[in-house]
């Protein structure tokens, strides 16, 4: 069973840093993809950075490149998202998902397994 767990986040000032991991078991292949998502009250579900688990190419939506990384750990069960430069508007519930077989610039709705989401919240 593919489970994913998800933690890391909380409350900074603008400007502050905060590190998300994801740690995914089950997997029987490698040939995987973890892919953070957000979604801020009204809004809808958007993908914000991924890694595949398989050759460790890694997507970023635009308005996060510079200021997010994404590294999976050596045992490559543990995937990591620092934030920096936090602003008001990256302030969501973030998700980690996990699908086999995929690339990175894939939508949420093709992705299936979720692990639960974790406030982000910066302040300004």
């Known amino acids: 069973e593919v489970q994913l767990q998800a933690s890391g986040g909380g409350s900074v000032q603008a400007g502050g840093s905060l590190r998300l991991s994801c740690t995914a078991s089950?997997?029987?292949?490698?040939?995987?993809?973890i892919k953070w998502f957000r979604q801020a009250p009204g809004k809808e579900r958007e993908g914000v950075s991924c890694?595949?688990?398989?050759?460790?190419?890694?997507y970023y939506e635009d308005s996060v490149k510079g200021r997010f990384t994404i590294s999976i750990d050596n045992a490559k069960t543990t995937v990591y998202l620092e934030m920096t430069n936090l602003k008001p508007e990256d302030t969501a519930v973030y998700y980690c998902a996990a699908e086999e077989s995929i690339w990175c610039v894939a939508e949420a709705s093709n992705f299936g397994y979720w692990g639960q989401g974790t406030q982000v919240t910066v302040s300004s």
């Open positions: 089950g997997f029987v292949y490698h040939d995987y993809a």
């Open positions: 890694i595949s688990r398989s050759d460790g190419s890694t």
